[in-house]
């Protein structure tokens, strides 16, 4: 029998979001005021094409990350706006070096310093963060926030790597 569980978690807005989501609107707004003055002409579908550009690049930073686990596999999916999915990092637990709590003993030093992370989180301060550790080709960690159903489910197939407690 498979076993199949699914998370989402939408992603939290950072200073720099916020930042370049001010930024991107002052653009328009510049961009809009300018041609009104030089292409009064235009000026109607210039301003309209400016508005929908920053609503498009606004829009692109509501982000949520889908985590589904199968019998071992782990998938996870970026979806953003609600509108589109794009597969971010896809793997067996066989694969895996380690997998724990980011607050555990086994966040090594090691891992730590790792150069390639990819965080798929919410950036929420009070999540419990996993990580998983691969050394395929090149040192990897993955953060995630997964429920106690994928950790127990993992076990089941690689319990030499993940580490529930």
Same mark, same amino acid.
């Given at each position: ?5 699914? %998370?989402?978690?939408?992603?939290? %807005? /950072? ?5 370049? *989501? ?8 510049? !961009? /809009?005021?300018?041609? =009104?003055?030089?292409?009064? $002409? !235009?000026?109607?579908?210039? =301003?309209? $094409? ?21 019998? $071992? ?17 896809? $793997?067996?637990? &066989?694969?895996?070096?380690? =997998?724990?709590?980011? %607050?555990?003993?086994?966040? *090594? &030093? ?11 989180? /919410? ?24 429920? /106690? ?6 076990? *089941? ?9």
């Amino acid at each position: 029998m498979d076993l199949f569980i699914e %998370k989402i978690v939408k992603r939290r %807005k /950072s200073a720099a979001d916020i930042g370049l *989501t001010i930024l991107i609107i002052a653009a328009a707004f510049v !961009l /809009s005021y300018l041609a =009104v003055i030089m292409i009064p $002409g !235009l000026a109607l579908f210039l =301003v309209a $094409g400016f508005a929908y550009l920053a609503y498009f690049l606004i829009s692109r930073r509501n982000i949520e990350y889908e985590y589904a686990v199968t019998n $071992g596999d782990i998938d996870i999916d970026m979806i953003i706006d609600q509108k589109k999915r794009k597969r971010v990092f896809s $793997g067996n637990c &066989k694969e895996f070096e380690q =997998v724990a709590r980011v %607050k555990s003993d086994k966040y *090594t &030093k090691e891992i730590r310093e790792c150069k390639n992370v990819k965080d798929y989180t /919410s950036r929420n301060e009070n999540a419990e963060v996993w990580f998983i550790y691969l050394k395929k080709n090149q040192p990897t960690v993955i953060l995630f926030e997964p429920n /106690s159903q994928m950790i127990d489910s993992l076990f *089941t197939f690689a319990p030499r790597v993940v580490y529930r407690y």
